[in-house]
């Protein structure tokens, strides 16, 4: 009989997969890092609700285009594209201000004028995306797909709800709960736990999180520690883009705070992948303590 639940939130792009091979994809390099350790997994039952099939179905009922259909598009906007668009714009001035790029080399990138900079300008935007793909390690493809998904959730309130509706079942349980999440997973997995008032989270990781974000926090408002909630162990890369900052007082003020570590080294591509968030030993000690704490 199983004495506790680990619940895995997946992030974008996971479509044409299903829940077992989520949990293979995931558990593989958990199970290897633990080693010897892994029994502690025994008696634990793995649930992975899978949404990703939805989420695609969803974007085509809503006919949202790609997101570089957005990239390229004329002037003719409809409305919900132009807050994306300043969403998208926001995000990247962000990326730019962390990774030292100066306006400056924008400017030399497109040689736009002074009074034309600012994330609400396209042309200005697309020049961030420019300089920014010149950076090893930075891929302004991904990061966009990355922030519409995220964007859609946050905005489009018929796909939070049925992307609620298919993972927040899988906290209802009896059992002690640990929870490890990922990307778009970890914006999830917050909205649903922050207004849950039933059920016990022991734990919760967040890894490769955008939460940090100044316009993921303001889209989450008011944000708080979810009550149901015990421990929360936040992990980054400080190169993965997508989890630009960490979950502390400046970015996600909440109490009890955020426990955070920016030391993973990511070997996969974009240092974003899933698979180098859970073969990391910090990370990993994280939820072997939370594991044998049940």
């Given at each position: ?35 010897a ?10 649930r992975?609700?899978?949404?990703g ?32 668009r ?12 962390q ?6 080399q ?18 200005w ?57 990922h ?39 008011p944000?708080?520690?979810p ?21 502390d ?46």
């Open positions: 009989m199983a004495k506790a639940r680990l619940i895995l939130v997946h992030g974008r792009a996971q479509q044409g997969k299903s829940e077992r091979a989520l949990i293979e994809e995931w558990m593989t390099p958990l199970r290897d890092t633990l080693g350790r892994a029994t502690c997994l025994d008696d634990v039952e793995v992975a609700p899978f949404y099939d939805r989420l695609m179905e969803l974007l085509a009922q809503l006919g949202e285009p790609e997101p570089g259909d957005i990239i390229v598009r004329g002037p003719q906007l409809y409305d919900a594209e132009a807050d994306y300043a969403f998208l714009g926001a995000y990247l001035d962000e990326i730019r201000t990774e030292g790029v100066s306006e400056e924008v400017v030399a990138e497109a040689g736009i004028a002074a009074l034309e900079r600012g994330p609400q300008n396209w042309p935007v697309l020049a961030i995306i420019r300089t920014l793909d010149k950076i090893p390690g930075i891929d302004g493809d991904m990061i966009e797909r990355v922030l519409r998904d995220v964007w859609i959730y946050l905005e489009r309130r018929t796909v939070r709800k049925e992307i609620d509706a298919i993972v927040a079942p899988a906290f209802d349980t009896e059992l002690p709960v640990v929870c490890v999440a990307s778009l997973g970890t914006v999830v997995a917050y909205h649903i736990l922050r207004d849950r008032r039933h059920g016990a989270v022991a734990h919760l990781t967040t890894v490769g999180s955008p939460l940090g974000l100044k316009i993921c926090r303001e889209a989450l408002a944000i708080a520690h009550k149901v909630v015990g421990s929360w162990h936040n992990a980054r890369d400080r190169r993965d883009v997508v989890a630009l900052y960490p979950l007082a400046s970015h996600f003020p909440i109490e009890p705070t955020v426990a955070n570590y920016d030391g993973v080294w990511n070997r996969t591509p974009n240092a974003h992948g899933i698979s180098g968030y859970v073969n990391d030993h910090r990370v990993v000690d994280v939820l072997h303590r939370a594991l044998v704490a049940l």
